[in-house]
């Protein structure tokens, strides 16, 4: 028996072929999850019979179009796992992904740390480039905390989170349109004294394809990164004392930027911060 009872939760938006190729990725773990949920948003009637046809065995929730922080947040409350992991329709999961993240939770475990999160990176691929997320990884294994993703946040899709922890922050935070995975992220490890809350493995664990479509597109492209990221910190209710402090002096050095309109260009500000 695994030492930990892990939830896939995949969320999806009418891409049936993208959906049926995340959950085959997700059949196909070394350690499979324990559990799969699949959570549309926006119910196409099609969809059951496409999940009985895939031959991997999973629970569907349908609901109305609502946003993916909604569909995630209702991922967490039917899971049944300790802990969960998620990805999106346009994300393929590695085999080793699920194996990687339980070592490294079992690791801290035994090494005495806090531990909320566990995660890797995730190889992003674009039109002509790919490249690993977080850019600033700080490779190896070992603990990680507040600051470390202030800078740079990894790909939701190559997080193991503690169930319970993230339901006690609120889950996704749903008015946070773009970065409600990020709020996610800081508020649970908000509840950590330093370095702490988070643990990293030296793995590449799972790809993200930019699809057009998706529950997300546009958003950044339509409205800017450099404001995304202020609505996101305008949602963030933090209670160490350094965390507002460091959170304090990352905006103002994004309000003092000119507009940009690539996450990477944030996390170079954020780097030179902090």
């Not at 959570?39 to 031959?55: L, W």
């Not at 179009?65 to 039917?78: D, P």
């Not at 995304?228 to 994004?254: M, Y």
Request: hydrophobic share 45%; with cysteine; net charge neutral.
């Amino acid at each position: 028996m695994s030492p930990l009872r892990i939830t896939a939760i995949l969320t999806t938006h009418r891409r049936p072929a993208l959906m049926l190729r995340a959950l085959a990725s997700l059949g196909a773990e070394f350690r499979r999850p324990d559990e799969i949920l699949l959570v549309e948003d926006g119910a196409d009637p099609d969809t059951p019979t496409r999940v009985q046809g895939s031959g991997v065995p999973c629970r569907l929730f349908q609901r109305p179009l609502g946003g993916v922080a909604r569909a995630r947040n209702l991922g967490l409350r039917e899971a049944q796992g300790d802990w969960v992991i998620y990805l999106d329709d346009d994300d393929v999961v590695y085999p080793g992904r699920c194996a990687a993240l339980e070592a490294g939770a079992l690791a801290a475990r035994a090494e005495g740390a806090p531990c909320d999160l566990v995660y890797g990176a995730t190889l992003k691929i674009l039109p002509g480039a790919r490249f690993a997320v977080p850019t600033r990884h700080p490779g190896g294994t070992g603990p990680a905390g507040f600051d470390t993703f202030l800078r740079c946040m990894p790909h939701t899709n190559s997080i193991l989170f503690r169930r319970q922890a993230l339901l006690d922050c609120g889950g996704f935070v749903e008015a946070a349109s773009y970065f409600s995975d990020w709020c996610a992220l800081l508020h649970m490890l908000d509840r950590w004294p330093g370095q702490a809350g988070a643990f990293r493995v030296a793995a590449t664990l799972a790809e993200f394809h930019a699809v057009p479509g998706g529950m997300t597109h546009g958003v950044a492209r339509d409205q800017g990164m450099r404001a995304k990221v202020l609505e996101a910190f305008d949602c963030l209710r933090l209670a160490r004392e350094q965390n507002r402090r460091a959170l304090a002096q990352v905006r103002q050095a994004v309000e003092a930027s000119a507009a940009f309109t690539s996450y990477d260009r944030y996390v170079d500000i954020a780097a030179g911060t902090i």
